[in-house]
């Protein structure tokens, strides 16, 4: 199971909302230096996640959420390869189709241009069925009863480093 820590926003019956920050590893990449503005600004994202909680936690808390590796893989696989199958699929018909009829490379790349858009449409609603399941929603492991701004302000007490 992966785990990560989020900040609770909100809750209802049965569930909690919450806001998980996920930055790019730009500190382990060799290239730091070198990628610019794109690795490091615009690649981190802000994720409203729902999650299943038997017990009400109050807004503002900082939790452990965990993922189950098979969901990733299979959101992974949805998200990434179908659309990729597609456009192989739409190019080797394209191909064929230039063989038939007197074509050229527009015609390959125009039939896998059109059938990735194909793959993307149904990795889409494939994927929205797979976000509806509750077997796939994270699962929360623990809550900490302190809000996240004083989290960060913990390990800088003089108390820690004695």
């Avoid at 981190?44 to 452990?64: C, Q, Y």
């Avoid at 390959?108 to 059938?115: E, H, Q």
């Avoid at 994270?138 to 996240?148: A, S």
């Amino acid at each position: 199971m992966m785990t990560t820590l989020a900040e609770v926003t909100g809750s209802g019956e049965g569930y909690i909302t919450v806001i998980c920050h996920q930055k790019p590893n730009c500190e382990d990449c060799l290239s730091v230096n070198h990628c610019g503005i794109v690795g490091q600004k615009f690649l981190e994202k802000v994720l409203d996640i729902r999650v299943l909680a038997l017990t009400p936690v109050r807004a503002g808390s900082l939790v452990e959420i965990g993922f189950e590796e098979q969901t990733i893989l299979k959101s992974i696989m949805i998200v990434y390869i179908v659309p990729l199958l597609f456009m192989i699929a739409g190019a080797f018909f394209g191909q064929y189709l230039t063989t038939r009829v007197a074509g050229g490379e527009g015609t390959v790349i125009l039939s896998s241009l059109l059938a990735s858009g194909v793959g993307v449409a149904i990795a889409r609603h494939f994927f929205r069925r797979l976000e509806q399941k509750v077997e796939v929603t994270p699962t929360l492991i623990r809550v900490f009863d302190i809000p996240l701004a004083e989290s960060f302000l913990i390990n800088s007490v003089t108390e820690d480093s004695e």
